[in-house]
Nanobody, 120 residues
Framework: VQLQASGGGLVQPGESLTLSCTCSKRTFAMGWFRQGPGPEREFVASISWPGTKTEYADSAKGRFAISRDNTYGTVYLQMNSLKPEDTAVYYC?????????????????WGQGTLVTVSS
C-alpha cells in the first residue's frame, strides 16, 4: 500500500491550505496526524470508508474538514483559519479496518509527510 501526500507550504496566520493524500487502496479508513517540535505525533482528523463518519481533534474542530474522493482514492484536509501553532509536518495514514481511529498505533500505512508552516 502506498500513500502520497502533498499540499504543504508556507502560509500566513488566518489563511487556508488544503492537503491531499492518495492511497493505492481506496477502501481503507484514513487519518491525518501531525508532528511539531515535540516527540508525539498528534491526531488531527480521520474519515471512515466510504466517508460516512469523521472525527476531529479538538484543535481542528470548526477549522479543518476531512473529506475523500473515492473514485481516485484521495483524502483531503481543508485547513482554514490557520494559526502558528498548526505548524507541523502533516502525515496521512491508512488502515484496513474501515472505521475511524484517533490512535496512530492503529494505522498500518503512512505517507511521507508534508510540511505546513504558518508564519507572518
Amino acid at each position: 500500500v502506498q500513500l502520497q501526500a502533498s499540499g504543504g507550504g508556507l502560509v500566513q496566520p488566518g489563511e487556508s491550505l488544503t492537503l491531499s493524500c492518495t492511497c493505492s487502496k481506496r477502501t481503507f479508513a484514513m487519518g491525518w496526524f501531525r508532528q511539531g517540535p515535540g516527540p508525539e505525533r498528534e491526531f488531527v482528523a480521520s474519515i471512515s470508508w466510504p466517508g460516512t463518519k469523521t472525527e476531529y481533534a479538538d484543535s481542528a474542530k470548526g477549522r479543518f474538514a476531512i473529506s475523500r474522493d473515492n473514485t481516485y482514492g484521495t483524502v483531503y484536509l481543508q485547513m482554514n483559519s490557520l494559526k502558528p501553532e498548526d505548524t507541523a509536518v502533516y502525515y496521512c495514514a491508512a488502515r484496513a479496518i474501515q472505521t475511524t481511529s484517533r490512535k496512530s498505533s492503529e494505522y498500518t500505512f503512512w505517507g511521507q509527510g508534508t510540511l505546513v508552516t504558518v508564519s507572518s
